[in-house]
Antibody
């Protein structure tokens, strides 16, 4: 059973860079036809897709965040990472990593990591 | 971006009731729609994919239908453990987008 787990600082200062890792267990990042994604959810609001990375390192980003986002793979650790720079209070949210399977959408999720910008 | 509109934003129903949620896409997304359940303080959980397919292990009281721009999600026989927020999401085009959510209470 695939499991995902987010990790990283819970507090980031304005104008600095938010960095989170997602460790995948029970399956390899490089096997299967999956995309590995980051999403976020401000308190009381809906979910926002941030971007995704494929097993070959190919990425897609939400245009609304593209100028500030980098998603990358570390296959040696079976992890993928999110970096969001120049953060403001509007970036305060629970950040989720999730696996996307074609025609299934997001079928496995991490438990979420609250990141506060203050 | 493809805008997804869900209604109602919240509802209150009794245990055993049938609950129905509507999701509309601004443009044709064929069958590329999923439904998620988010229990309080938890990550979303996939219930329905490709508009009407039940994810493995999900109880059969949950169902989905529709295609194109209009979709429906139902809980046939609401149970206390179903209290939470339900989201629709399109994956026809990037960026993936979600509805605003429907909070279901008893």
């Amino acid at each position: 059973q695939v499991q995902l787990q987010e990790s990283g600082p819970g507090l980031v200062k304005p104008s600095q860079t938010l960095s989170l890792d997602c460790t995948v267990s029970g399956g390899s990042l490089t096997r299967g036809n999956y995309y590995w994604n980051w999403l976020r959810q401000p308190a009381g609001k809906t979910l926002e897709w941030i971007g995704r990375v494929y097993s070959n390192g190919y990425t897609n980003y939400n245009p609304s965040l593209k100028s500030r986002v980098t998603i990358s793979l570390d296959t040696s650790k079976n992890q993928f990472s999110l970096r969001l720079n120049s953060v403001t209070a509007a970036d305060t949210a629970v950040y989720y990593c999730a696996r996307y399977r074609s025609s299934w959408s997001f079928d496995h999720w991490g438990q979420g990591a609250l990141v506060t910008v203050s | 971006d493809i805008q997804m509109t869900q209604s109602p934003s919240s509802l209150s129903a009794s245990v055993g009731d049938r609950v129905t949620i509507i999701c509309q896409a601004r443009q044709d997304i064929t069958y590329s729609l999923s439904w998620f359940q988010q229990l309080p303080g938890k990550a979303p959980k996939l219930l329905i994919y490709d508009a009407s397919n039940l994810e493995t292990g999900v109880p059969s009281r949950f169902s989905g239908s529709g295609s194109g721009t209009d979709f429906t999600f139902s809980i046939n026989g609401l149970r206390p453990e179903d209290v939470g927020t339900y989201f629709c999401q399109q994956y026809r085009d990037l960026p993936y987008t979600f509805g605003q959510g429907t909070k279901v209470e008893t």
